[in-house]
């Protein structure tokens, strides 16, 4: 059964410097990954999907693919306070549901 | 102009009795989920379809019913509400394609008492 993990459960990153969140997986097969964000206690607003090994790009927000390593990541350039939040990885599995990890919380300080 | 929306946003509930949270969506999307999230868990399915008359279990269906009596429509039934279901409710719909993306509605903090 698919289980997903992400690293680290918090991250503190100055305004301008690169965040990078990641998150791991435990079944290869799957093909479709998505980044979510949440700010705090409001809904999921989706960032990237990516559904092949590499990189997909969205404004600020780039995804990277590894299914050999069983690894995802989000890379966030240049990010804002105004991007403080908890960020979540979920991989679809078949029947189009989704399995999602815990989360990363994101503190941009000024 | 929100194309997912919940109601109610907040719940207070007694111990034993009947919760039913709504769901309305105006994506014209088939597939419609409803999760839970609570600290340390993320967010876990409960109930699912695939358009409307259809419901699906998720991983954790125990002591909730779902109803999709309509494509916009899709509720979630708590029968006897326990404390152990005081949580933090999310709809999402679904067009249900390969590459599906779930869009959220904002969310119902339910407290069951």
């Known amino acids: 059964q698919q289980k997903v993990q992400q690293s680290p459960e918090s991250l503190t990153v100055s305004e301008g410097a690169m965040a990078s969140l990641n998150c791991t997986f435990s079944d290869g097969t799957s093909n479709n990954f998505r980044w979510y964000r949440q700010h705090s206690a409001k809904g999921l607003e989706v960032l990237v999907s990516i559904f092949s090994d590499g990189e997909k790009e969205e404004g600020r927000f780039t995804a990277h693919l590894n299914r050999a390593n069983l690894h995802v990541s989000l890379h966030i350039r240049e990010p804002q306070p105004s991007d403080s939040a908890v960020y979540l990885c979920?991989?679809?599995?078949?029947?189009?549901?989704?399995?999602w990890g815990s989360g990363t919380k994101l503190i941009i300080k000024p | 102009e929100a194309a997912v929306t919940q109601s109610p946003r907040n719940k207070v509930a007694v111990t034993g009795g009947k919760v039913t949270l709504s769901c309305n969506q105006t994506?014209?999307?088939?597939?419609m989920y409803w999760y839970r999230q609570d600290t340390g868990h993320g967010l876990r399915l409960i109930h699912y379809?695939?358009?409307?008359?259809?419901?699906e279990k998720g991983d954790i269906p125990d002591g909730y019913k779902a109803s999709r009596p309509s494509q916009e429509n899709f509720s979630l039934i708590l029968e006897l509400a326990t404390p152990s279901q005081t949580s933090v409710y999310f709809c999402?719909?679904?067009?249900?394609?390969?590459?599906?993306?779930?869009?959220f509605g904002p969310g119902t903090r339910l407290l069951v008492l």
């Open positions: 379809s695939y358009g409307a008359g259809s419901t």
């Open positions: 994506n014209n999307h088939n597939n």
């Open positions: 979920a991989v679809m599995r078949s029947n189009y549901q989704l399995i």
């Open positions: 999402a719909s679904g067009d249900g394609h390969t590459q599906d993306t779930q869009y």
